[in-house]
């Protein structure tokens, strides 16, 4: 397990994620019931944008750096840009907001958050990132696909954010064996599932696998920031909406922009799946 998410913190794929991760979420709070959040890959949950790993990929740089001075972002991007700025005091950028941060932050008194992580080393950085939040917060140092079925609740509304690392060959169908088995136990669950793409292959056999096994109404946004001609490289990224509100328009903006403006021959794309 070699992946270390402080090399890629603020990337054009974090700002579509967390750019999503948030809209969905101020639809989630803005009325219903209390809502359960579960993360299975929360990572450390803040990011040192001064570190060596962010220094030395340079990712964050050509992402949320460049979002913060871009004029011509769009008013979906705005919560998250806000939110990095208030991160940092309104001042210079140097640390980046992880999904266990922007979600602890927009959750109301009621809702619960659990997030995990199997990395030793960043459990104990997201138990701090997170110290001081109270019991609606918990964190697991476990396996994030295993620990959102046992702990998803078999009535009410509950929101599951999948975002592997995708460096193990299993990662794409452990997703769709743990949405199906989520709908099983919850009819209900929705879901926020990010995936990298690098070529249509894979994406393609990964939608129809998600058709065949996931009984649920499906949005999927794509931000592509250069065409799929080296499928070594990370060529853009996806979203899927599991069962969420209508939220096309505003994932044709955000990924609109990310593709127009931090791309190279990229393009956005937002459209449904269909079950089978
Ligand atoms: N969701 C985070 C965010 O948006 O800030 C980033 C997560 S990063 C892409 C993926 C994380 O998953 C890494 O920190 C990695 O250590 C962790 N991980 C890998 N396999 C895991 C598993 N089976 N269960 C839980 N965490 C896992």
Redesign the pocket.
């Known amino acids: ?1 070699n ?1 270390r ?1 402080a090399f890629h913190a603020g990337n054009f794929a ?1 700002l579509v ?2 750019a999503g991760l948030l809209r969905l979420l101020s639809e989630l709070t803005a009325s219903g019931g209390p809502l359960m959040v579960i ?5 450390r949950g803040l990011y040192d944008l001064g570190g060596p790993e962010a220094k030395r990929s340079g990712e964050a740089e050509a992402g949320v750096l460049k979002l913060r001075t871009a004029g011509d972002a769009p008013p979906e991007i705005a919560p998250l840009r806000k939110a990095v700025a208030d991160l940092n005091g309104g001042g210079a950028m140097r640390r980046y907001p ?2 266990p941060w922007l979600i602890a932050e927009a959750l109301r008194p009621g809702d619960r958050y659990i997030a ?4 030793g080393e ?1 459990h104990e950085a997201l138990q701090a990132a997170l110290k001081g939040r109270g019991p609606a917060v918990r964190t697991l140092n476990a ?3 295993a620990a959102a079925v046992a702990e998803c609740p078999p009535k009410g509304r509950v929101l599951v954010l999948i ?3 995708f460096e193990k060959a299993d990662d794409y169908a452990r997703v769709v064996q743990t949405l199906a088995a989520l709908r099983r136990k919850n009819p209900a669950a929705q879901a926020l599932v990010w995936l990298p793409i690098k070529d249509l292959e894979t994406l393609d056999s990964f939608l129809r696998d998600l058709e065949d096994e996931v009984s649920a109404p499906m949005l999927v946004a794509e931000a592509r920031v250069r065409p799929l001609s080296d499928p070594m490289k990370m060529n853009g990224c996806a979203l899927v909406l599991v069962d969420g509100p209508d939220l096309s328009q505003a994932f044709a903006a955000i990924c609109g922009w990310v593709a127009a403006a931090l791309g190279d021959g990229g393009a956005a794309k937002v459209y449904p799946l269909s079950p089978q």
């Not at 995990?116 to 990395?119: D, H, K, N, P």
């Open positions: 397990m992946y998410h974090d994620k967390h993360d299975t890959h929360a990572g992880g999904s995990c992580e199997l990395r960043e396996d994030g696909y975002d592997p690392p």
